[in-house]
Nanobody
Framework: VQVVESGGGSVAPGGSLRLTCRVSGITFSGYPMSWYRQASEKGRELVAHIMSASNLTEYAESVKGRFTISRDNSKNEVYLQMNNLQPEDTAVYHC?????WGYGGQGTQVTVSS
């Protein structure tokens, strides 16, 4: 099983980024997927998740209205569109198979600063 994130970078406050996660080695369409983030010296935080069949989504309060999770089962990919980024969004973002943390990728760094 492979989980590979991409799309991180450095942006100014108010900017946008789109993260992509490509998964291989599983029947992707059968699994919920989630995005977590971990800032320096902080614990891991569940940012958003998306169900497998219904595509229902849920978000952490801190990102509601700014982030959107989506998936393309034909490509085995899940995305995180992040708008109006703020310095407190700075973290390493990890894609994870399922909702409880258990099988995540190496992550992609997102840095928001002026």
């Amino acid at each position: 099983v492979q989980v590979v994130e991409s799309g991180g970078g450095s942006v100014a406050p108010g900017g946008s980024l789109r993260l992509t996660c490509r998964v291989s080695g599983i029947t992707f369409s059968g699994y919920p997927m989630s995005w977590y983030r971990q800032a320096s010296e902080k614990g891991r935080e569940l940012v958003a998740h998306i169900m497998s069949a219904s595509n229902l989504t849920e978000y952490a309060e801190s990102v509601k209205g700014r982030f959107t999770i989506s998936r393309d089962n034909s490509k085995n990919e899940v995305y995180l569109q992040m708008n109006n980024l703020q310095p407190e969004d700075t973290a390493v973002y990890h894609c994870n198979i399922g909702i409880p943390w258990g099988y995540g990728g190496q992550g992609t760094q997102v840095t928001v600063s002026s």
